[in-house]
Structures are given as structure tokens and as C-alpha cells.
């Protein structure tokens, strides 16, 4: 639910009701614009002839590539947490196949 603590931001706790999770939503948001930011500069710097050497864009890409590995890696290992309820039994089978099946629609949309 939403709890309205104080006027300037708002806490979202988990479905259970307790007050164990709370998230920060101004936070999150924060984080959200820095990140697309970010991605609007690198973007941006096609545009400049100086910025368009190869070492420069493969180091760049080199350093979005780490990125998306440890966000991966963040959200693999918090599948299991996630799937206790709904499969408690088989976390682990379920993480792999959904992982795999998005590694299979990346491929196909790859394709096209």
C-alpha cells in the first residue's frame, strides 16, 4: 500500500502490509532520470565528429556492457526470492526457464 508519511514523498511498503520494505519512490525516480540521461549523452555523442573514433565507442560500449552484466546479475539473483510463492518448490527450474526464454526472444527479435 501507499503510507503518506510527509507531504514531500511517499514510502511504498510490500503486499503483506508490514513495514519491512519500504521504498523510496522519489529515489527510484531520481535514478530513472539519471539513468536515461545518461543514455540521451551517449547518444548525443554520435553526434559529435571528435567523439566518433572507434576506441572511444567500444570503450563506451565496453562500459554499457558492464553495466547491463551487473544488473543482470542483480536481478537473477533476486528471482528466487520472488518465485517462493508462486513456485516454492521449483525457484531455481523457474528462473532458468524464463531466463532462457528470453535469451530465445532476444535471438528471434534479433532475426527479424
Same mark, same amino acid.
Not at 5 to 18: C, K, L, R
Not at 63 to 86: H, K, L, N, P, Q
Given at each position: 500500500?501507499?503510507?503518506?508519511?510527509?507531504?514531500? +514523498? =511517499?514510502? @511504498?511498503?510490500?503486499?503483506?502490509?508490514?513495514?519491512?520494505?519500504?521504498?523510496?519512490?522519489?529515489?527510484? @525516480?531520481?535514478?530513472?532520470?539519471?539513468?536515461?540521461?545518461?543514455? %540521451?549523452?551517449?547518444? *548525443?555523442?554520435?553526434?559529435?565528429?571528435?567523439?566518433?573514433?572507434?576506441?572511444?565507442?567500444?570503450?563506451? %560500449?565496453?562500459? *554499457?556492457?558492464?553495466?547491463?552484466?551487473?544488473? =543482470?546479475?542483480?536481478?537473477? +539473483?533476486?528471482? +528466487?526470492?520472488?518465485?517462493?510463492?508462486? *513456485?516454492?518448490?521449483?525457484?531455481?527450474?523457474?528462473?532458468?526457464?524464463? @531466463?532462457? %526464454?528470453?535469451?530465445?526472444? +532476444?535471438?528471434?527479435?534479433?532475426?527479424?
Amino acid at each position: 500500500g501507499v503510507s503518506d508519511d510527509d507531504d514531500s +514523498s =511517499y514510502s @511504498f511498503t510490500n503486499s503483506t502490509g508490514d513495514d519491512s520494505e519500504d521504498y523510496d519512490v522519489g529515489f527510484a @525516480f531520481t535514478m530513472s532520470f539519471i539513468a536515461a540521461f545518461s543514455t %540521451l549523452l551517449g547518444v *548525443a555523442a554520435l553526434f559529435w565528429p571528435k567523439l566518433r573514433e572507434p576506441k572511444l565507442l567500444g570503450a563506451g %560500449l565496453a562500459v *554499457a556492457g558492464g553495466v547491463m552484466i551487473a544488473a =543482470y546479475a542483480d536481478m537473477i +539473483s533476486s528471482t +528466487s526470492y520472488y518465485f517462493r510463492e508462486w *513456485a516454492p518448490d521449483h525457484k531455481a527450474f523457474v528462473s532458468a526457464a524464463f @531466463f532462457f %526464454l528470453g535469451v530465445f526472444f +532476444s535471438a528471434g527479435m534479433d532475426a527479424m
